[in-house]
């Protein structure tokens, strides 16, 4: 069973960074795309960014492209998200996912997506 638990949330000023960390367990992730949504009040949860494990190659939602990163560790099965030039409408509860097959492109809807962590709380002042 896929196991993702997400740390590194905070509160930070406009301008600010923080990096997100998602440990991942319980499966060999390669045949995976793990990816990286957000959800802030009476909002749905939206795609912000994803990774295909094997390969490396990543898809960004324009929302955030050039501003946020993501990567992994692979041999220590982490995912990452760096994001810098933080917004106020970057608040949200940042939440980690896990995507099995779909190895076509990485998958940017929330119902491609099997596993999901217990998200972590980014809030961002202006």
Not at 25 to 32: A, K, L, Q, V
Not at 63 to 71: A, D, K
Request: aromatic content about 10%; overall charge neutral.
């Amino acid at each position: 069973q896929v196991q993702l638990v997400e740390s590194g949330g905070g509160s930070v000023q406009a301008g600010g960074s923080l990096r997100l960390s998602c440990a991942a367990s319980g499966r060999t992730f390669d045949t995976y795309n793990l990816g990286w949504f957000r959800q802030a009040p009476g909002s749905e949860r939206e795609f912000v960014a994803g990774l295909r494990w094997i390969s490396g190659t990543t898809r960004y939602a324009d929302s955030v492209m050039g501003r946020f990163t993501i990567s992994r560790d692979k041999p220590r099965n982490t995912l990452y998200l760096q994001m810098n030039s933080l917004k106020p409408e970057d608040t949200a509860v940042y939440y980690c996912a896990a995507s099995h097959g779909r190895l076509l492109e990485v998958p940017v809807q929330v119902h491609e997506y099997g596993d999901w962590g217990q998200g972590t709380q980014v809030t961002v002042s202006s």
